[in-house]
C-alpha cells in the first residue's frame, strides 16, 4: 500500500528552510495527511495528533524544546526538520529529519517520504543541537576565520588551498563571508552553550559581525550638533 504522501501547510512570521516560492509550498493540500510547520513558534501553537505526522521547522532548537513530559514513547506524531542553509545563501536540497523522545515511527517514515518525494535529500539525526552538518562544518569554519583574523592568509588564498588540496568546490570562506556572518555567531553560539568546546566558540569576526547587525541605526551625534 503506497503511503499517504499528501500534506498541508500552516506559517507565521519568516521560514528559513523555505524563503520564498518553491514547488513544495505550492504542492500543498488544504487537508493533507502530513502537517508541515513552517516558521519560528508553529509547534507551539499546532496541535493536530489527526495527522500521520506534524513537521516543526527547527532553527538552533532541539525537538525536545516542543515535546511534553507526560507522554509515553512513541506516542507522538512531532518530527522535527531543517533544511540546511548557510546564512542568505539559498537553502540547500538537504532536509535534517529529527525524532524525539515520543515520536512514532511511523510519523519519522512520512515525513521522510514526503520530503523525497519533493526531491530533497533526507538524513535522519539524532535530537542534538547542530544535528549533523553544523556539528561538522562550524569548526571548519571557525579555523578559517580563526586563521583569516591573525593574518597567517587571505580568504582568497585559503580557499584556493583547499580547492586544489582537499578538493572543496568553493572553499570555506567564500560562502560563509558571502552569507552574513552574524548567522553563523548565532549558529555557534548556540552550539557552544550546548556542548561547550572551544571549536564552537564563535570567533571574534562573527561577534563584532552580530554586534553589528543588532547596533541600533543613529545619526551622528556630531552631524546632529552641527544642525
Known amino acids: 500500500m503506497m503511503p499517504d504522501l499528501s500534506y498541508s501547510i500552516a506559517q507565521t512570521g519568516e521560514s528559513r528552510a523555505f524563503p520564498g516560492t518553491h514547488a513544495f509550498i505550492d504542492g500543498a493540500t488544504a487537508e493533507g495527511a502530513v502537517l508541515v510547520l513552517l516558521g519560528p513558534a508553529m509547534a507551539t501553537r499546532c496541535v493536530a495528533p489527526e495527522r500521520t505526522a506534524v513537521l516543526v521547522e527547527l532553527g538552533t532548537e532541539c525537538l525536545a524544546a516542543y515535546e511534553r513530559e507526560e507522554d509515553p514513547p512513541a506516542s507522538s506524531n512531532l518530527v522535527g526538520f531543517a533544511r540546511w542553509r548557510l546564512g542568505d545563501n539559498t537553502p540547500s536540497d538537504l532536509i ?80 560563509l563571508l558571502g552569507s552574513g556572518l552574524a548567522d553563523h555567531y548565532d549558529v555557534t553560539r548556540a552550539l557552544f552553550e550546548v556542548y561547550g568546546q572551544a571549536q564552537y566558540a564563535p570567533p571574534r569576526l562573527a561577534v563584532v559581525a552580530r554586534q553589528k547587525a543588532d547596533k541600533p541605526s543613529h545619526a551622528s551625534p556630531l552631524r546632529e550638533a552641527g544642525e
Open 96 to 175: 535534517e529529519l529529527v525524532a524525539g523522545r515520543t515520536t512514532r515511527p511511523n510519523a519519522l517514515d512520512a515525513a521522510q517520504a514526503v520530503f523525497e518525494a519533493a526531491g530533497f535529500t533526507v538524513s535522519r539525526c539524532a535530537d542534538r543541537a547542530g544535528r549533523i552538518v553544523d556539528r561538522l562544518l562550524r569548526p571548519q569554519f571557525n579555523l578559517a576565520l580563526t586563521a583569516l583574523d591573525d593574518g597567517l592568509a587571505t580568504a582568497e588564498d585559503m580557499d584556493l588551498c583547499l580547492k586544489l588540496g582537499l578538493g572543496y568546490r568553493q572553499g570555506l570562506l567564500a560562502p
